[in-house]
């Protein structure tokens, strides 16, 4: 018995996944790997006087939010008001500046500042507690002016896939010399790598209270769009969020030539206008349009609609399936990704944009190529094959999944189907070659579907093999066994030097669990490019159909 002994490293990696029950799935974050939004309390006119640089960056807006009645603003609104002129927000810090939970009316405080603002052309639809200090009181009081209200207290970082209290969305407050640019780069990080949206808090700009230097600012802000970040002002940041969360649920009614979707804002006081990035289940090749008006599709598939249209409508002649890069021939290799053109069902409509293919239903990175991914049960996707001899074809099938357990697909043909599971290594990377099972095919064109029975798993390729050959080549020398890798199965498989023969590795219960074609001149060299992404443990490894040694990691 050979026995080799070797220690692996496995990562474990799932990403959350939110499924919504519509055809419409918000792309997250705008597009950017997540959002920072930077904010300004006060009304200080060190803000305005600092953030010139600001003009030198156009795809950037931040937040000031302004006391109607007190400091800087009440005496000079104007420099706030070129601002806001340039695409940047204002919004409501009340008139006087009071701790909320101590005035006797709360209301009024916030209602008069949002008047005072309306009255200067401006419609505050966000808040800011003066001293993060909010009760149900306050909380109620705001909501009767404002779709989402800032408080602070913590790291500041809001997730996509967990709805937030709207009312105390938190922020990451910068408290003069207590702060550092390190530390605020590091939320800045956490929110690029974790999906999430990081709120900063600032009073003065190198003047006043708890002061940030403007070079410290700057340096933050362009950090933020160093990593990626999609930088926007508070309400826009926190609309788009709050509209994936009405959106993404809303159901479609079918109609003679496709369907409408029709949702409710959340809120009386969002914004007039939220512009969404999604994907549209079912809108390829048709036309997508709201209150009569067509909306073009994206360069990668996606739509740039409208949310406060509050509605959408998916209309054209039935689209054409067709094979995506000609039928596939049999015997020979389905490659996952290449799913006929519309013929999937993508339930949670997740992608991470490889670019591969325009109605991308997730496709991923695999080795050198590419993978379905970001699958979940129910699932779906169809090819078109070409099965150039009738008979029993072996199904093999190249998958991975980080889940904890195995995950199942299923495999039909017409009323043929065979199902088998795909075994956890602990990762997404790593690819376990799995025989399904045999279909028998006729002779021609037909359609082969790919289920997806469980949540979270990647797909390589499906890969039919004739059986009968197999059978026919199996039955020419009678099946030998060894508990030696060498010897007999040397001199059998390997005595003309170097072959590519048939490896197959089980566990010890005699479950599949690994097959591939491998070139080797030894059973030592077969075992070596066999191991790779296994468990330290024992296993049973088939050479050809010839011998079944028993091996160790």
Known sequence: MECLKISLGVAVSLAAIAAFAGPITTVPWNGHPGAATFTFDDGLHSQTTNLTFLDNMPDVSVTFFVCTNTMDFSTNSQPHLNYAKKGHEIGNHTMNHKDLTKEGNPGSEISGAAQKLRSMGLEATSLATPYCAQNATVKNAINQEHFISRGCGGGGLTSWDTEPDWMQIDSHYWQGNGSTVNGFKGSLDQAASGSKWH??????????????????????????????????????????????FTIDKATSTNTSTGFTV????????????????????????????????????????????????????????????????????????????????????????????????????????????????????????????????????????????????????????????????????????????????????????????????????????????????????????????????????????????????????????????????????????????????????????RVGDRGVFQVRK
């Open 199 to 244: 709120v900063q808090l600032n009073h003065g700009v190198a003047a006043n209270w708890d002061i940030i230097s403007a070079a410290d600012i700057k340096t933050l802000i362009e950090y933020a769009v160093q990593k990626n970040l999609w930088v926007a002002s508070f309400s826009t940041v926190g609309a788009y969020l709050r509209a994936h």
């Open 262 to 541: 029709k949702w409710t804002s959340p809120h009386a006081h969002m914004p007039k206008s939220v512009p969404l990035r999604v994907k549209i289940q079912g809108a390829q090749g048709k036309t997508v349009s709201q209150k009569g008006k067509e909306v073009k599709p994206n360069s990668d598939g996606t739509y740039t609609i409208e949310f406060m249209a509050l509605e959408l409508e998916v209309s054209g002649e039935p689209i054409e399936v067709k094979p995506f890069k000609g039928a596939i021939e049999i015997p020979g290799t389905v490659e996952a990704e290449n799913y006929d053109t519309y013929a999937y069902s993508d339930a949670d409509g997740k992608s991470d944009e490889t670019g591969y293919r325009s109605d991308d239903a997730g496709i991923v990175k695999a080795g050198d190529g590419y993978a379905l991914g970001y699958t979940t049960a129910d699932d779906y996707f169809e090819y078109t094959l070409d099965v150039k001899a009738a008979g029993k074809y072996k199904v093999v099938i190249n998958g991975a999944t980080g889940n904890s357990t195995a995950s199942s697909v299923t495999v039909s043909v017409g009323d043929k189907k065979v199902q088998t599971e795909i075994p956890s290594q602990g990762d997404w990377n790593t690819y376990s070659e799995v025989e399904a099972g045999e279909l028998e095919l006729a002779a021609g064109k037909q359609t082969l579907r790919l289920t997806i029975n469980t949540d979270y798993v990647n797909v390589d390729w499906i890969k039919f093999v004739s059986a009968t050959a197999t059978e026919s080549s199996s039955s020419e020398t009678p099946e030998s066994s060894s508990s030696s890798t060498t010897g007999l199965l040397q001199n059998v498989v390997f005595a003309a030097g170097p072959a590519m023969v048939r490896c197959q590795v089980f566990d010890m219960n005699g479950k599949l669990i690994k097959s591939a074609n491998v070139m080797a001149s030894s059973t030592s060299e077969a075992w070596n490019s066999m191991k790779a992404g296994l468990r330290d443990g024992a296993y049973m490894m």
